[in-house]
């Protein structure tokens, strides 16, 4: 009888950690073990996860053979999942296989198991799946924070502004890493001391075969702050990246005048490098399993904050900012949660001006947007395109919006540059930036700002 090709794979000269259940006859998990050993693996434990159908006493009946013994659930142990990290530590394994079967696991616990494992730095393994921790090398020297999100469209970059525009103002100037599928073969620098940046700067960037609305040059123009910009392709499920130049990009961070090195993530894909902290975050928009659970458990776990964006209707019910609140204290009790709505901030004087506002928004929320405009800047919404992420259907917005307004208003992502700031230059328009911030309308915090600056305290002693 032979194991499973990936657990060979797997388990050939690794230390292994056993998941175990009592739906199985122990004959079956002795030989199961067996074949592991076979393998080359080196068993240090197993964990019983439950079951009693053919089993009575994990212990007596299977016995840890060759010095190896049985973790079982004991009174210090809250959950099944306290158990496994219990037998991890205890046991020191590289990998954990997973023997157990439906019913003792579902989906939904397997990934939990898979969250926590991977929060260990230990590889979870089965029959026909494997997951890897995702990569963290260590290549920074100063104190360093990452934002990470459970998705793409979560508000992650306009969060990522709100972070650096504060630390630059509290005097921790900060280098952000921004890693993106439209970025620059070599990581590129951009220092707004030696930039002049807008609008005709970033169209100059795109005619050459830039991509200028890539995150890099949206936070050096709208935080004001130096950025290295990096790309990537591919995003594995607990966030590794397939291929990346971010560690080299993390190492020139690492060598310019400031502070703190902030590395922001690329919709659910994380930055490949170690870093003091991070700070996740989430869109209400999203289907909450995106959110707590799959691996988006694994990115709460790791985290010290979450930032829940988009909190209001029609995006979410109170229901859902409800039930996404918690299940995030569920997953990671100690988390502290900012609960937040975005409001629009024009980077110009927009006060008495026709303006086409050009977003990544859904489009239930033009009725928000258009009235914070109108109310807080004195200016008249002409027009709202929501299509920067569609070519085709934004050239269309373009033609007939740009008609009627005087300033082109919009986010510096997707075909915000090469299509929309240049339909806008042709048409004779203005351009004007628009930046979102993130207010507080919820969660178990007083302050964003002042949790935000109390993380960096922590890293900087």
């Known amino acids: 009888m032979h194991s499973s090709g990936i657990t060979e794979s797997i388990t050939s000269g690794k230390k292994v950690l056993c998941l175990i259940d009592g739906e199985h006859y122990p004959p079956v998990t002795r030989d199961a073990i067996k074949s592991i050993e076979a393998s080359g693996g080196k068993i240090v434990g197993a964990v019983f996860i439950g079951g009693t159908e053919k089993i009575v006493n994990a212990r007596r009946e299977l016995g840890g053979r060759n010095g ?23 046991s020191g394994p590289d990998v954990v296989l997973d023997l157990s079967d439906e019913p003792v696991v579902d989906y939904f616990t397997r990934f939990r198991i898979g969250s926590v494992l991977l929060r260990k730095g230990v590889i979870y393994s089965g029959a026909d799946f494997s997951f890897s921790p995702p990569r963290a090398e260590k290549v920074l020297t100063r104190p360093s924070i990452s934002i990470i999100g459970t998705g793409k469209r979560v508000g ?37 001391a030696k930039y002049e940046l807008n609008p005709e700067t970033l169209m100059e960037v795109s005619k050459r075969g830039g991509h200028a609305a890539s995150d890099y040059w949206e936070d050096a123009l709208l935080g004001q702050v130096i950025t290295v910009g990096c790309r990537r392709c591919g995003g594995g499920m607990g966030g590794d990246p397939f291929f990346s130049n971010v560690i080299e990009g993390a190492r020139i961070a690492d060598s310019l005048p400031g502070e703190v090195v902030v590395m922001e993530g690329s919709g659910a894909t994380l930055p490949p490098v170690a870093t003091d902290r991070r700070i996740v975050v989430a869109g209400a928009g999203q289907p909450i399993e995106n959110i707590i659970r799959f691996y988006g458990e694994y990115r709460i776990l790791i985290s010290e904050l979450a930032i829940v ?28 949660i900012a609960l ?43 027009g709202i395109s929501n299509n920067l992420s569609d070519r085709p259907s934004l050239k269309l917005d373009l033609r007939e919006g740009l008609k009627k307004a005087e ?55």
């Open 309 to 336: 964006t988009m909190c209001e209707e029609p995006v979410a019910s109170p229901r859902k900012v409800k039930d996404i609140y918690e299940g995030i204290k569920e997953i990671n009790p100690d988390m502290k």
């Open 340 to 382: 937040t709505v975005f409001r629009p901030d024009p980077l110009g004087d927009i006060t008495g001006r026709k303006v086409f506002v050009a977003t990544t928004s859904r489009s239930d929320v033009n009725d928000s947007i258009s009235d914070h405009l109108e109310k807080r800047h004195g200016c008249s919404v002409v």
């Open 68 to 90: 190896w013994r049985i973790f079982q659930p004991e009174v210090t142990d809250s959950s099944l999942y306290e158990l496994i990290e219990r037998a991890v530590d205890e």
């Open 407 to 461: 300033i082109l208003l919009t986010e510096i992502k997707a075909a915000s540059i090469d299509v929309a700031a240049i339909e806008a230059e042709k048409a004779g328009l203005d351009i004007v930036f628009l930046n979102n911030i993130p207010e507080l309308t919820g969660g178990n915090i007083d302050r964003l700002d002042r949790e935000i600056l109390s993380i960096i305290q922590k890293i900087r002693g």
């Open 156 to 192: 992650k970059t306009a969060v990522g502004v709100y972070i650096s525009r504060l630390l630059k103002n509290s005097g921790n100037q900060p280098v952000v890493v921004c890693m993106g599928r439209g970025g620059p073969p070599e990581p590129e620098v951009v220092d707004p």
